[in-house]
């Protein structure tokens, strides 16, 4: 008898998911920039993410064919509605586990901590987190 349980590569191949934990960064951080803006540079998302320029631009050329992004080479990132769409969800998710986290931490939260689990909960589960976040909040204030 098969079991149920994998390692956590494992889980990931089952999946087989187009979108890495990585690209999801990178289209929550173009989003969270681009909200009121309709462009930003790959030098900007370097700096906010704290990686090299020419990564950028190899990440951006995935996420371009992934039909997320509009981008030229050395030019600006624009989100498309996909990448709207989906970067409208991470930022979602990311401030649902934020207010989760300074809840049940006495309003103390740790980024790090919220960065590395955001990818692995579910939308269903997101959702969850959030009606908790919402009653918990009625019987704490």
């Known amino acids: 008898m098969k079991s149920k349980f994998y390692t956590l590569k494992g889980y990931k191949l089952k999946e087989r998911n187009d ?6 960064d990178y289209i929550e951080m173009i989003y969270r920039k681009v909200k009121n803006k309709s462009d930003i540079t790959v030098k900007e998302i370097a700096i906010f993410l704290n990686v090299k320029a020419s990564s950028v631009s190899k990440m951006a050329n995935r996420l371009k064919e992934l ?9 600006k990132i ?24 300074k809840l049940i931490n006495k309003k103390n939260y740790n980024l790090e901590q919220v960065e590395k689990i955001e990818h692995f909960v579910d939308y269903v589960t997101v959702n969850n987190i959030n009606q908790l976040n919402k009653k918990i909040s009625k019987t704490i204030f």
Request: avoid cysteine; hydrophobic fraction near 40%; glycine fraction near 8%.
């Open 19 to 24: 979108i890495t934990e990585s690209m999801e």
């Open 67 to 75: 039909n997320l992004i509009e981008f030229e080479k050395y030019g």
């Open 78 to 101: 624009k989100l498309n509605k996909n990448g709207i769409n989906l970067g409208k969800y991470l930022l979602w998710r990311h401030n649902i586990l934020k207010k989760f986290f």
